[in-house]
C-alpha cells in the first residue's frame, strides 16, 4: 500500500531565510507527486507536482522540490521564506486505487518575523 | 470559472442526526473524492466514484454514505452511525488525460455536533 510520511509536524522559520520540508513516500512503481499548500479553514491549493522527466520541478509562490527515487524523497523548498507563507503544507502521492492520492499528515510552518 | 463548489461552508449536527453535504463540480471531470481531515492526521479518503452510478469506499468509509447520480453532483451523508464526525470535510475532483493528472479541490465543510 502506498504512504507518506511529513515527519516535521511543525516548523518555524524567520522571515526571509530558507524553507526545506519533507516529505518520504513508499509507492509500488513511479509515483505522481504532489505538494499542496492550505490556509486556515480552506481547501487545497496545488504548488507542483512531479510526474516524469527533470526530478527537479519549479512550482508557483517560488517553491521547488526535488525527487529522489534513491531516498524516496520530494523535498519542498523555497529560498527565502515570506510572512504569507504561513500555512500547512501536505505531500501527497497517487495513483492509488480508483486513481485516488494519499496524504502526508502535513507540516504546519509558521514564520517569525 | 470552473470548479467545485461545496457547500454550506459551516455545518452543525445534533447527536443521531444524519447531514449531507454538498459538492458540486463544473469542470467535467469523471472521478471525484471525498476527504475528511482531523489534525495531525492528514486527509484521508472517505468514498471515491469513478463514473455516474459508481462509487467505492476508502479508508474511512464507515458511518458515511453517498451517491452520484449526476457526473457533476457526489453528495456526502454523515449518519448517526458515525460516532466522531465533527471533522473538516473535503471534496475533490480529478481529470486524467494521457500522462497528466490533475486534482482539484473545494474549500471544504467544517462540520461540528453540538
Known amino acids: 500500500a502506498q504512504s507518506v510520511t511529513q515527519p516535521d509536524i511543525h516548523i518555524t522559520v524567520s522571515e526571509g531565510a530558507s524553507l526545506e520540508l519533507r516529505c518520504n513516500y513508499s509507492?509500488?512503481?513511479?509515483?505522481?507527486l504532489f505538494w499542496y499548500v492550505q490556509s486556515p479553514g480552506q481547501g487545497l491549493q496545488l504548488l507542483l507536482k512531479y510526474f516524469s522527466g527533470d526530478t527537479l520541478v519549479q512550482g508557483i509562490k517560488g517553491f521547488e522540490a526535488e525527487f529522489k527515487r534513491s531516498q524516496s524523497s520530494f523535498n519542498l523548498r523555497k529560498p527565502s521564506v515570506h510572512w504569507s507563507d504561513a500555512a500547512e503544507y501536505f505531500c501527497a502521492v497517487g495513483p492509488g486505487a480508483g486513481n485516488m492520492l494519499t496524504f502526508g499528515g502535513g507540516t504546519r510552518l509558521m514564520v517569525k518575523p | 470559472d470552473g470548479g467545485i463548489t461545496q457547500s454550506p461552508k459551516y455545518l452543525f449536527r445534533k447527536e443521531g442526526q444524519n447531514v449531507t453535504l454538498s459538492c458540486e463540480q463544473n469542470?467535467?471531470?469523471?472521478?471525484m473524492y471525498w476527504y475528511r481531515q482531523d489534525p495531525g492526521q492528514g486527509l484521508r479518503l472517505i468514498y471515491y466514484?469513478?463514473?455516474?452510478?459508481?462509487?467505492q469506499k476508502g479508508d474511512i468509509a464507515e458511518g458515511y454514505s453517498v451517491s452520484r447520480e449526476k457526473k457533476e453532483s457526489f453528495p456526502l451523508t454523515v449518519t448517526s452511525a458515525q460516532k466522531n464526525p465533527t471533522a473538516f470535510y473535503l471534496c475533490?475532483?480529478?481529470?486524467?488525460?494521457?500522462?497528466?493528472?490533475?486534482?482539484?479541490f473545494g474549500s471544504g465543510t467544517r462540520l461540528t455536533v453540538v
Open positions: 466514484s469513478q463514473i455516474v452510478n459508481d462509487f
Open positions: 509507492y509500488g512503481a513511479t509515483p505522481y
Open positions: 469542470l467535467n471531470h469523471d472521478a
Open positions: 475533490a475532483s480529478r481529470l486524467w488525460q494521457g500522462d497528466f493528472v490533475g486534482y482539484t
